[in-house]
């Protein structure tokens, strides 16, 4: 019995279609990356499994694709500790391999090995997949593309403000407004659960907050107090949810609130620093965000987040920060970082969500030479080859089926154009092009052809 064609759960096929669309979205970024002096480099799929566990935190290390070891090493495996239920020493023992998280590790894996090839400042960008075994659901995904920019070796506020500018240049170009890019610190969130009496529990504080907008205000305080938070830690983190006003004025009251907490001073000062190399570029849909976490295992400074527009029933679509000092887990020290990251999947459902794609992304073929007979084709040849060496995107159709079976293609196919020549256009030297949009048919000469006018 034949096998019933599928795929695992969480994967995708792309049609030409998508692909060409996700081919728009990727052009963009990587054209913005580039303009903002980042270089492309590439990491393997699968790394080490010791460079990636631990670097994202239990919830991480549960969702890594582990790759099994083959051959002589499965011998190896670890039998007794499977016996007394250590899932995690038996998983060591026959897996060594993982497929990536994420590019952030790898990439900080890839500083320290090349560090004597590179030039500091160094920006990189990466554009590749990464695998999670998480649930799949709508806008999840157990393999999926990032497109991410980084840059390491020097730490200013101008490389925050260039991030900004840079998701904001990238939504601009894609046509994606109300596309909210969400900025906080981890500076602010320490100052904030020491303000509260509960600096060892911030990770059992930011789950929470995070919640916010699900369940409001008296689920977070029913959450945290279920975490061990007193009421008087509770009342004071009433004013702090309260938080209203443009990003000045929030951190006004942030300021005078926490002004006893030096970490949270100098999240608010970087802020301020950021924003003043921000302001003359009229960036749209900046917004402070207090509830913003991020995850905390790397990050150590600014943390963005960007929310789709309103509309759109999807969570982040791109998301960032400062991790200083990644590079230590692999034996390089003071070597800050900071980056930004596209979810391209996301996105390009957003796009599709909100018919903003061009359309002419849909058309990989400019235009169908149609089939009449091989004693015809044989003219076109040569000018074909022209045509192409000249950019325009020819579909020759293989075989003389018949006329209707042809332009069912040309249909399918999302052409623009269809050339016919037959026996009446070799008698008299020239081409017929049928315009597929409005149906109209323009005879050109076959020397006079030119193919720039029929290009997408």
């Known amino acids: 019995m034949a096998q019933k064609p599928s795929i695992p759960k969480g994967t995708r096929d792309f049609l030409p279609a998508d692909v060409a669309r996700r081919s728009y979205v990727i052009d963009i970024i990587k054209t913005q990356f580039e303009r903002f002096g980042f270089l492309p480099i590439e990491t393997p799929a699968m790394e080490k499994s010791a460079t990636l566990q631990g670097k994202y935190g239990e919830e991480g290390d549960r969702l890594m694709f582990n790759i099994l070891n083959s051959g002589e090493k499965v011998k190896k495996a670890d039998v007794d500790a499977l016996a007394k239920n250590n899932l995690g020493r038996f998983t060591q023992s026959i897996s060594e391999k993982a497929l990536r998280y994420d590019l952030t590790v790898p990439f900080a894996r890839f500083v320290v090995q090349h560090q004597n090839e590179l ?24 393999e999926f593309t990032q497109c991410d920019a980084d840059v390491v070796g020097a730490v200013s506020p101008v490389l925050e403000a260039e991030c900004i500018q840079l998701f904001d240049a990238v939504f601009s170009e894609l046509h994606l407004k109300d ?49 061990g938070f007193d009421d008087d830690s509770l009342s004071k983190l009433s004013p702090l949810l309260a938080l209203s006003g443009n990003i000045d004025t929030q951190l006004d009251t942030l300021e005078s609130i926490l002004s006893d907490q030096p970490a949270a001073l100098e999240g608010i000062t970087h802020l301020r620093d950021v924003l003043r190399f921000v302001s003359p570029l009229h960036v749209s849909n900046l917004a402070f965000d207090l509830t913003l976490a991020r995850g905390l295992n790397y990050y150590t400074g600014i943390i963005f987040e960007i929310a789709p527009p ?70 076109l040849v040569p000018y074909i080859s022209k045509w192409r060496a000249s950019g325009l995107r020819v579909f020759t159709y293989p075989t003389d089926h018949k006329l209707k079976k042809q332009m069912q293609f040309a249909n399918q196919s999302n052409a623009p154009w269809t050339l016919f020549y037959g026996e009446e256009e070799q008698k008299e030297g020239f081409l017929s092009i049928k315009n597929m949009v409005d149906g109209t048919m323009t005879k050109i000469k076959l020397d006079a052809f030119d193919a720039s006018k029929f290009m997408s």
């Open 310 to 379: 309103k509309s759109v029933a999807m969570g982040s679509i791109g998301a960032g920060g400062r991790y200083d000092d990644l590079t230590a887990l692999f034996g390089l020290k003071d070597m800050h970082g900071l980056g930004i990251s596209f979810g391209l999947d996301r996105l390009c459902m957003v796009l599709e969500e909100l018919d903003l794609y061009p359309k002419t992304v849909q058309q990989s073929v400019d235009i169908v030479v149609l089939h009449f007979g091989d004693i015809y084709l044989h003219d």
């Open 179 to 227: 596309a909210t890019i969400r900025i906080n610190h981890r500076g602010i969130l320490s100052g904030i659960a020491t303000y509260l009496g509960a600096p060892e529990r911030i990770t059992d504080f930011t789950v929470a907050l995070d919640k916010l907008d699900k369940i409001g205000a008296s689920g977070v305080f029913d959450e945290l107090r279920q975490k």
């Open 119 to 142: 030039a500091f400042p160094f920006k990189r960008y990466q554009v590749q997949t990464v695998w999670r075994a998480d649930r799949p659901q709508r806008g999840r995904f157990q």
